[in-house]
């Protein structure tokens, strides 16, 4: 049994109170023979033996319909059961036929008729409790000291479960979450199936699984190429014999997070770690560096859409209580800043886990049993103010909550889908994983998530810069020229590009709203300092591309061989170039100068041609940096060359240089 249902199991074993004066004269003194039934029923209770404890106190009522400690103990059976409507009848009876019985009961009325959905029964309640609190413990019937004990703790709850009765009022009306749907049998067993993630394209799903409370956790992965998905199999060489789970992805789709476990490298419990990925299957993980990880327990990471803000539970010195919800920002060197905690209107002195954040950052949205709930556990959402602080928490409500546990929340890419998982009768056992249809009342800002690339005009080969964005921090490109952002959809993006041997880049780009299941692709081409000509489309003899029609007469050619795989101009191929312009062709007009790249057979087409490309600007590069005058230079990549050479002689580049008359 959970251990929040233990405990609220021994909360409501109760016994005969010793009754004040007042209650004396309103509550019915039952027979010893009575007495004695209700007391087995309590040990009954006490064994978790609600049925039977029911039987028991029910037998009493049958005789004495208006004892007051048989209706309370009625209801906390029903309760435990899980049927809350019927519990609050037990509780609501027992006050009105005693309104000084237990005060406590009070709280615990309001608590059940939120958790049925009944907002204002409940807020009545809670102000009930709350006005009575003047009044003198020893005028109600229960007032011991584990009595007075219970309505401390409830006064503590009590001011954010009155303010969680006035916004699901509020917000009860316009919610209109539809029904949830498991995902079915491939995905969910037996076991536990919880924390999933999906890729921007909603084709692949992975979760983490763990087949009983001894085993360890591990992630999963299934895909759904034509809707459907398929049964679920470990991560291939991910999992360890520790704890593994909790993936989230940067929406660039290049990197995950996770939580790692009792690893050689853990300096805590569990830590959170990074990978690489493409998609699908994860390499190179490794802790994270910086200040995120700590001795304590860190786990579930969710990353913000452009991968600056990092949020996860830990329950880490600083707190409030239980596990709390962090965030720390990347910082300029790629490591991660001190940890904030995110405040008393999210955190609690429960526990707080499982966070997700929106695309646009201002929408959390994560797992608590210390807020207000309809069960052991809720999922709840927070909005983030205008001064930067997180907004008071509001619960999901039903149907995505119940009167179990729910955790682990995710939104799809497109931000309209969202995905849970709860333990809930009616699954295929232990926890499931469950999705919904988001209301547009709860729905974030749309944004679109942005893929450019910087390249060359001419060649079209990647080039590797800063680019400057209006109102937003600089982004580097990685080697192929890439970068990402989060735009929110309907800006306007302004960008400005100053690389190295290229003209200033200035563009501005109306970013519409867009699926997200597929990047929307932006191409910077950046003009070279040195210009190239136009052509006519045909090919020479030896294969190059052809010049303008007014052809040359004499040609002289200079082969580079490269390394297997490489695109880098060794040393003495460096000098050999040079030796060629210098000597061979010195006191010679040059007209133009062809620089073709190839490469050998081995990889896929689209991959040598790349190879290809990169080896011709590398040559083309050296050129205009060595200062070798050439009007004009027009590079190219063939891709494979296929004609029957050793492969080694077709990882080359030709130069072809062209002589005025």
Known sequence: MPKLLLALALLFVVSLPVMSQEELARIQIIPDEYAQIHHQGEQALLSLKYREALSLFKKV????????PALRSSGACYELM????????????????????SRALYFECGKIYYQCGKYKQALRYFEQFDSLKAVDSHLFAYNGQEEQQVESKYYGQLEANIRACYTAVDSASFWNIGKVANLGRAINSGADEYFPF????GTTIFYTSRKNQAAD??????????????????????????????????????????TACQREEVKGPCDIWEANTDGFHL??????????????WESQASISCDGSSLYFASNREGGLGGTDLWVCKRQGDGRWGEPQNLGPNVNTTGDEEAPFITNDGKVLYFSSTGHLGLGEQDIFMSRLEVEGAWGFAVNLGTPVNSSARELGFFLTADGKTGYFASNRSGGFGGMDIYKFDLPERLSSDAITYVEGFLKDSITHLSVQSTV?????????????????????????LSVEVRADDYHVYKNQFAIPHWGNRSFYNLNLLLDPLFKLPAYTGELTEKGGAALPVNRLDKEVFHEIL??????????????????FFQNTLSGKQIQSVEVIGFADEVGSNAYNLRLSEKRAKAVGVLLKNKGIRVDKIY??????????HPKWQNRKVDVVVYLAK
Not at 61 to 68: A, G, I, N, V
Not at 89 to 96: M, R
Not at 287 to 295: E, I, Q, R, T, Y
């Open 61 to 68: 009522l049958r005789k004495f319909p208006d004892f007051s």
């Open 82 to 101: 899980g049927d809350l409507e019927e519990a609050s009848k037990y509780y609501v009876k027992a006050l009105e036929t005693s309104p000084h019985f």
């Open 198 to 201: 999906l890729t921007n394209d």
């Open 217 to 258: 956790e591990n992630l999963f992965v299934s895909t759904a190429p034509r809707g459907d998905w398929r049964s679920g199999e470990q991560v291939e060489d991910f999992n360890t014999a520790e704890n593994e789970g909790m993936v989230t992805m940067v929406r660039d789709g290049r990197r995950v997070f996770f």
């Open 283 to 296: 390499e190179n993980p490794s802790p994270l560096p910086g200040n995120a990880n700590s001795d304590a």
């Open 468 to 492: 400057y964005l209006k109102n937003r921090p600089p982004v580097q490109t990685d080697s192929d020229g890439r970068f990402f952002l989060c735009v929110k959809a309907g800006d306007t």
């Open 562 to 579: 490269f390394d297997f795989d490489k695109a880098e101009l060794r040393a003495d191929d460096i000098d050999n170039l040079e030796a």
């Open 635 to 644: 590079i190219e990549g063939k891709g494979e060359s296929a004609n029957g």
